[in-house]
Each structure stands twice: as structure tokens, then as C-alpha cells.
């Protein structure tokens, strides 16, 4: 397929924007209260900010202070967007927290939230994310069936949804973005308008600069477990996924990996990334679970 070219706005066209003046005058008369960096949570599918009540509070205690901002932007039903355009919509919200940041922030991403964070880190070219944490996210993609999947699409099960998926209007849909059918790759690479190019598997004249961009991060924690539920396979939370014979291939062995495609093997030979598997774990618990939070979490967000 023709690389879709994402069309950033422009500075000027962002500080237009009445909530981005707001937020720059307010942020003017603001003291910092602490020396934590700035944290901006990002959420997943059929989700909102009200979701991160818990996670709020044990920023709270351990960081008191910190200047916490959950976006809240398509919130529940709204989630299924086309995850380019949910991209531009968070750029727009996250630069000006950005900008007021001077010595960076740290991006905190839950399930869909982690591809739509990936997002930001690859077109954003002057981002200032130390710290990048995946929270329980489908980064390979999501080959499996879950209830949302037979809520949203019921005469689909995950050996057909392709037929949907990898049509333009499926497209059209977040989950068809990172749907990866290890049985229908070729029509993947052709059809995904959104994992694909994140991953740099199908051609995008962007990738130099997407990779560029990704690597300004100082570290990326991959948090996930055998027990969420949702994310199938599990391991895609850590950039593991099925080979063509559903047999799980871990990240070392993923050819993105390999080629380095999107700066993954970079990462790693810069032994910047730590990566969690925590069992016990259903995946609507990862962002309210104590346990979770002070072992994979908290000592991240100095
Ligand atoms: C943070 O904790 C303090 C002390 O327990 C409390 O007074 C304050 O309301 C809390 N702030 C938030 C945003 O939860
Ligand atoms: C938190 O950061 C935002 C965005 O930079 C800013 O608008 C807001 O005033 C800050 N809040 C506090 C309490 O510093
Ligand atoms: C993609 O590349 C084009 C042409 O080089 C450039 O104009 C555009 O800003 C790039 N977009 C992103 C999101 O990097
Ligand atoms: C990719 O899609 C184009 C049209 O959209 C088609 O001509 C081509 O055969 C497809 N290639 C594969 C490998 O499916
Ligand atoms: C599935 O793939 C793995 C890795 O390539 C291989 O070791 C295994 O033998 C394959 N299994 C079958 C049943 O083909
Ligand atoms: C919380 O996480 C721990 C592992 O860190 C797990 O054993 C426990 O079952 C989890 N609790 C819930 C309610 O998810």
C-alpha cells in the first residue's frame, strides 16, 4: 500500500488553539512543586481517565507532587478511531505539557494506549519522553478472541476477522490497526494502516525520521503477564508474537528486531530496555494493582 504520510501540525497551528493558550498562561504562573518530571498517562480501548483513580493515588504517595496529567481525549466508544487520527489528537493535547517540561517527561501508556504512545514517539521529532512505559500493550499486535472483539464485530471469530480487518473501512477501526493475523501476513504489510508502518515492516518514506524520533527516548519498560486475558499472545506486550505457526517468537527473535527496523535492536544494545512479566495479573487490573506499581513502576518515574 502507499505510505500514508501523517501530516504533523505546525507549531503555529498548534499554539492556536484556545486549550494550548490556556495551557501555556496557566503553566506561567505555576511554580514547579516538585522535582518529579511531568507524567502523561495515556488509556486504552473503551476507556477514560476515571480508570486511573488508583494509579493517581500511589503517584501520590510515593511522588508526592507531580504534575500527573491523564489526556482525556476518545474517551470509551470514541477509542475506536483510527488510531492515526487519535495520534494527532494527543500530539496536539501533549506539546504544550512537553514544552513546559524542560527536563522531559515520562509517558505512561496503557493497552491501545501503548501503540497510540508508539505514535507519538515516532512522529514527534522534538519529544522529550525520558521514560516510556507500556503498560500491558499489544506492541506486535493482537491476534486472539476476546469479548470486545465479539461484542464489536459477533460474526467474526480471529481465523476470519481478517476478511473485515484488512479492507480499507475495517481500517477505520483501532483494533483493526494492530490486528496481526500470522496466517495472512502478506495482507497485513499490504492492508495495516497503522501497525505496519509503526514497525516499519511495510514501506513508509518516514521510517528514517519515525526511528530517529523513537530513539530519543532514554528508556521503554514493558510491563505484561501470562495471565491478562486480553492481550493475545501476551508476550506481544513485551514485542513478542506468533510465528506462522502460532508458536510464540520473542522480541530477540522478531525480525523488526532484527533488522532494527523502527530501533528496537538500538534500544537494546543500549540496554534501555527493562521488560516485566508479572503472572496473577487480568488485564483491566495492570494500572490499579499496588504490587504492580511499586515492583515495575514507581522507582521509573524520578
Ligand atoms: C495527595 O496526597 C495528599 C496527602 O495524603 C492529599 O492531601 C492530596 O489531596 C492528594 N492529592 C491527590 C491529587 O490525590
Ligand atoms: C501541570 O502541567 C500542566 C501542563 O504543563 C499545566 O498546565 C498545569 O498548570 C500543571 N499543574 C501544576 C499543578 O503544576
Ligand atoms: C514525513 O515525511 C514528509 C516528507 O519528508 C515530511 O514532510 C513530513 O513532515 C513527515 N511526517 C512526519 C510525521 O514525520
Ligand atoms: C496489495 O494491494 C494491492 C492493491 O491494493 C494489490 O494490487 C496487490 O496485489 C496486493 N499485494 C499483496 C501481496 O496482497
Ligand atoms: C513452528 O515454528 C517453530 C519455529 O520456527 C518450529 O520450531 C516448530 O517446529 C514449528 N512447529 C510446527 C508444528 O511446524
Ligand atoms: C496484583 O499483582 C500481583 C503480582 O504482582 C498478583 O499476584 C495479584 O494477583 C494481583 N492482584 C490483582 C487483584 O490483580
Not at 150 to 162: A, G, I, T
Not at 206 to 217: D, E, M, S, V
Given at each position: 500500500?502507499?505510505?500514508?504520510?501523517?501530516?504533523?501540525?505546525?507549531?503555529?497551528?498548534?499554539?492556536?488553539?484556545?486549550?494550548?493558550?490556556?495551557?501555556?498562561?496557566?503553566?506561567?504562573?505555576?511554580?514547579?512543586?516538585?522535582?518529579?518530571?511531568?507524567?502523561?498517562?495515556?488509556?486504552?480501548?473503551?476507556?477514560?481517565?476515571?480508570?486511573?483513580?488508583?494509579?493517581?493515588?500511589?503517584?501520590?504517595?510515593?511522588?508526592?507532587?507531580?504534575?500527573?496529567?491523564?489526556?482525556?481525549?476518545?474517551?470509551?466508544?470514541?477509542?475506536?478511531?483510527?488510531?492515526?487520527?487519535?495520534?494527532?489528537?494527543?500530539?496536539?493535547?501533549?506539546?504544550?505539557?512537553?514544552?513546559?517540561?524542560?527536563?522531559?517527561?515520562?509517558?505512561?501508556?496503557?493497552?491501545?494506549?501503548?501503540?497510540?504512545?508508539?505514535?507519538?514517539?515516532?512522529?514527534?521529532?522534538?519529544?522529550?519522553?525520558?521514560?516510556?512505559?507500556?503498560?500491558?500493550?499489544?506492541?506486535?499486535?493482537?491476534y486472539?478472541?476476546?469479548?470486545?472483539?465479539?461484542?464489536?464485530?459477533?460474526?467474526?471469530v480471529k481465523s476470519n476477522l481478517y476478511r473485515?480487518c484488512y479492507?480499507?473501512?475495517?481500517?477505520?477501526?483501532?483494533?483493526?490497526?494492530?490486528w496481526n493475523d500470522p496466517h495472512h501476513h502478506d495482507l497485513y504489510?499490504?492492508?495495516?494502516?497503522?501497525?505496519?508502518?509503526?514497525?516499519?515492516?511495510?514501506?513508509?518514506?518516514?521510517?528514517?525520521?519515525?526511528?530517529?524520533?523513537?530513539?530519543?527516548?532514554?528508556?521503554?519498560?514493558?510491563?505484561?503477564?501470562?495471565?491478562?486475558?486480553?492481550?493475545?499472545?501476551?508476550?506481544?506486550?513485551?514485542?513478542?508474537f506468533y510465528n506462522q505457526n502460532e508458536?510464540?517468537?520473542?522480541?530477540?527473535?522478531?525480525?523488526?528486531?532484527?533488522?532494527?527496523?523502527?530501533?528496537?535492536?538500538?534500544?537494546?544494545?543500549?540496554?534501555?530496555?527493562?521488560?516485566?512479566?508479572?503472572?496473577?495479573?487480568?488485564?483491566?487490573?495492570?494500572?490499579?494493582?499496588?504490587?504492580?506499581?511499586?515492583?515495575?513502576?514507581?522507582?521509573?518515574?524520578?
Amino acid at each position: 500500500m502507499a505510505c500514508r504520510v501523517f501530516p504533523l501540525p505546525s507549531r503555529s497551528a498548534i499554539s492556536m488553539t484556545p486549550l494550548v493558550l490556556l495551557l501555556l498562561l496557566s503553566a506561567l504562573c505555576e511554580q514547579p512543586v516538585s522535582g518529579y518530571k511531568p507524567i502523561i498517562i495515556v488509556h486504552g480501548l473503551f476507556d477514560s481517565p476515571a480508570e486511573f483513580k488508583m494509579l493517581l493515588h500511589f503517584i501520590n504517595q510515593t511522588h508526592p507532587g507531580t504534575n500527573v496529567t491523564v489526556v482525556d481525549l476518545f474517551d470509551r466508544s470514541e477509542s475506536l478511531q483510527p488510531l492515526w487520527k487519535q495520534v494527532q489528537g494527543f500530539s496536539e493535547a501533549v506539546y504544550p505539557i512537553m514544552q513546559n517540561a524542560a527536563n522531559g517527561v515520562h509517558l505512561l501508556c496503557y493497552s491501545q494506549g501503548g501503540l497510540i504512545c508508539r505514535g507519538l514517539l515516532e512522529t514527534m521529532p522534538d519529544h522529550n519522553v525520558d521514560t516510556f512505559i507500556s503498560l500491558s500493550s499489544p506492541q506486535m499486535g493482537q491476534y486472539g478472541d476476546t469479548d470486545y472483539l465479539s461484542r464489536l464485530f459477533p460474526q467474526y471469530v480471529k481465523s476470519n476477522l481478517y476478511r473485515f480487518c484488512y479492507k480499507h473501512m475495517g481500517q477505520t477501526f483501532s483494533i483493526c490497526n494492530y490486528w496481526n493475523d500470522p496466517h495472512h501476513h502478506d495482507l497485513y504489510l499490504n492492508r495495516s494502516e497503522y501497525l505496519a508502518l509503526l514497525n516499519s515492516e511495510s514501506n513508509c518514506p518516514n521510517a528514517t525520521n519515525w526511528k530517529k524520533n523513537f530513539l530519543r527516548i532514554r528508556r521503554m519498560v514493558l510491563i505484561g503477564g501470562p495471565d491478562d486475558g486480553v492481550i493475545t499472545p501476551w508476550q506481544s506486550s513485551q514485542f513478542g508474537f506468533y510465528n506462522q505457526n502460532e508458536t510464540v517468537m520473542d522480541m530477540h527473535e522478531q525480525e523488526v528486531y532484527l533488522q532494527d527496523a523502527f530501533g528496537l535492536k538500538t534500544l537494546d544494545s543500549r540496554r534501555a530496555i527493562t521488560r516485566y512479566t508479572v503472572p496473577g495479573v487480568p488485564h483491566t487490573n495492570w494500572h490499579s494493582n499496588q504490587t504492580v506499581y511499586e515492583t515495575c513502576i514507581e522507582k521509573w518515574l524520578t
